[in-house]
């Protein structure tokens, strides 16, 4: 008889204990936090690794030179990254896992 949470002969995991782990892995990454910036540092965006946005940060500085569309695009820069750098974490952590959707059944 074989443990149905052990990897069977192809190495691949039972579904049951894969979705339990895709589950966890969801959970670790909208608890996991990535930020970047634009503008050396005047906008930061906080991001999940589920891509929800925690916080974006403006320096009062860059508020009271009134140059709304420099203030714009440095608030696109730093969401943008943040989208990359989340994808980038959320990718790393899900790889391990996809290589088993891919077993033949």
């Known amino acids: 008889m074989t443990d ?3 990897p069977d002969e192809r190495g691949a995991r039972p579904p049951e ?3 339990r782990e895709l589950a ?3 959970a670790d990454l909208a608890q996991q936090l990535v930020e970047a910036s634009a503008g050396q540092g005047a906008v930061r965006v906080v991001m999940s690794g589920t891509q929800e946005c925690h916080r974006v940060v403006i320096d009062p500085e860059l508020l ?3 140059d ?3 203030l714009q695009d440095l608030v696109l820069l730093a969401v943008n990254q943040a989208i990359k750098d989340s994808q980038l974490l ?3 952590r899900l ?3 996809a290589g088993d959707l891919d077993q033949p059944e």
């Open 4 to 6: 149905p949470a052990m």
């Open 17 to 19: 204990r894969l979705q």
């Open 24 to 26: 966890q892995a969801q």
């Open 64 to 66: 009271s030179q009134g």
């Open 68 to 70: 709304a569309a420099r």
């Open 90 to 92: 959320a990718a790393r």
């Open 95 to 97: 790889s391990p896992l």
